[in-house]
């Protein structure tokens, strides 16, 4: 185990974990670390399996006498969402993630970190070889790619690859915490077509806004999170609403499922009146609230163009970044505090044919995110943008009866010492997928202690991930108690 994490407990989790980090693995590109897993399987005398996808499934023989126990699956994902810092050069294409530990708390150094769900990944594998679980059944682990950009592992998963009726799925965010329902969602795609004209007669500016908190646009939709494409969009519409504007290039946001945390704009105002422009962009940053945002950071340069987009299709593009509704649309009527429905305008960026913007939904009420997508659709359409809106993925809710619902339940409060808080997460978890492949699946989700996930900002309590550890062994030495 290298220096970072050495004398970390337990310390197969750790010393997998800190190799995990080392791969790199963004969605789509998880190859590197599905040669790793099946050359450590193959070292360490671990059946492995892949599908043509690139899921894998790794799995443990019963130990002796316990051929009549259940079989239980612990379920996890390759990728991590790729974030870092503005001005970081870091590689995630070739660098190892820089680790660092600051007391209680690990952490990467202006990247995220893939505790989502690099913790889960490592506490499957290291259950593969644990030698202190006595009695036990067959034990799976199975590992989807692609879930930051769309479950695509999941969805394509075919049924059969495994093989257990209990499943436990370690992609959720608090200790002490039993996740049994998730959100589902679908996709609204905008796409304005672009008029290119020629710049003459105008003078251009630059507005770049970066610095923000960021997050996951499913756990942190609900918190005091400023959207940067939607300050762009509104410093936009201030100008705007004083002198004509033509936007040159707009770009805002990597990722559906992350809160943006910088955007940018270069855009014309007519010749003489840049200084205006620039004297009510000052005024628009002054009265901004950055109490919760304080590493928020505006600039304003100059800049020149060859061509850019008409003034018509630069009204289109302002309107609908600054209508769409940004965050918690609706609350859950069964759950105090956990969000229904929300948005998150994810991403801006300009084509050669066209500005894109993809706007990620999230839902636990099917009809609710279906009148939402509505309205999103005709705000789309109402701005002449062509409008695509994909079939949906499904939530997901455990049957809250499941006996291995309350062997859980039994487990987590014999090692806490205090019983879970059983709940809901509204953010998209595999399992609503997963759940289809065999009807009689049951399904719960735990994790360890993690912030700020799809961020830089991203950590996880590191005695949270022992203690979660302890859980899991606990879980498979009592398969079958609840028969």
Known sequence: MGAALKGFEPEIVWSLFEKISSIPRCSAREKKLQGWIEEWAGENGVAFRKDEVGNILLYREPSQGGGDIPTLTL???????????YGSDHDFDRDSLKLRVDGGVLSADGTTLGADNGVGVAIAMAMMVEPGLGRHGRIEAVFTVEEETGLIGAIKMQPGFFTG?????????????????????????????????????????????????GGHSGVDIHLPRLNANKLVGDALKRVSERMRLRIIHIKGGTRGNAIPRSANCDFLVPEGRAGEAAAVLNKWDAGLDKSDEESLVTTLTEVRASRCMSEKVSQSVIALITEVHQGVVSWSPDI?????????????????????????????????????????????????????????????????????LGLVSQVYEAILGARPRVTGIHGGLECGFLSRLDPELQIVSVGPDIENPHSP??????????RLYEVVKGIASSMGVEE
């Open 165 to 213: 009726k209990r499943m436990v799925n370690l992609d959720s965010e608090e200790l002490g915490v039993i996740i049994v329902s998730s959100a589902g969602g679908g996709g609204t795609i905008y796409a304005i077509s672009v008029e290119w004209e020629d710049p003459q007669g105008w003078e251009g500016l630059s507005l770049q806004v970066k610095g923000l908190l």
């Open 75 to 85: 379920q996890g994902h390759q990728d991590m969402v790729c974030e870092k810092t």
């Open 336 to 404: 105090e505090g956990l969000v229904q429905t929300s948005n998150n305008l994810g991403i801006v960026r300009t084509e050669e044919d066209a500005v894109v913007i993809p706007i990620s939904s999230r839902s636990s009420d099917a009809e609710d995110l279906e009148r939402d997508r509505e309205i999103l659709r005709r705000l789309g359409e109402s701005h002449g943008a062509q409008v695509e809106q994909r079939p949906g993925y499904p939530g997901w809710k455990s049957d809250p009866s499941s006996p291995f």
């Open 457 to 466: 900002q991203e950590l996880v309590h590191i005695e949270s991930v022992g």
